[in-house]
């Protein structure tokens, strides 16, 4: 069984940075993207940044933070992250990170519990 745990959210500052944590355990078979994910109340859950591990590890981020966010990978420890950077309090959001792998013919996909992400003053 495949288990996501996030980390590193709380309450910063406008302007201020943040890094969360994403570690993966268990059996993981191949890996095809991975990804942040951001949702607020009243609201769909929307992509914020992915990997796509089949690709070459080409990263895409949502235009709302694009050059503000950096998404990236340890695959020795198996951990993924989200630098952010000068954030807003339009970033605030329970924080999910996503996990898509393929084995024996088929997709699976995983979720984190989430981390809450504050931005206020």
């Known amino acids: 069984q495949v288990q996501l745990a996030e980390s590193g959210g709380g309450l910063v500052l406008p302007g201020g940075s943040l890094r969360l944590s994403c570690a993966a355990s268990g059996s993981i078979a191949s890996i095809i993207a991975m990804s942040w994910y951001r949702q607020t109340p009243g609201k769909q859950r929307e992509v914020v940044a992915s990997i796509n591990i089949s690709n070459d590890g080409i990263t895409s981020y949502a235009d709302a933070v694009k050059g503000r966010f950096t998404i990236s990978r340890d695959s020795a420890i198996r951990t993924m992250y989200l630098q952010m950077n000068s954030l807003k309090p339009d970033d605030t959001a329970v924080y999910y990170c996503?996990?898509?792998?393929?084995?024996?013919?088929?997709?699976?996909?995983?979720w984190g519990q989430g981390t809450q992400v504050t931005v206020s003053s």
């Open positions: 996503f996990l898509r792998t393929y084995s024996g013919g088929r997709l699976y996909t995983y």
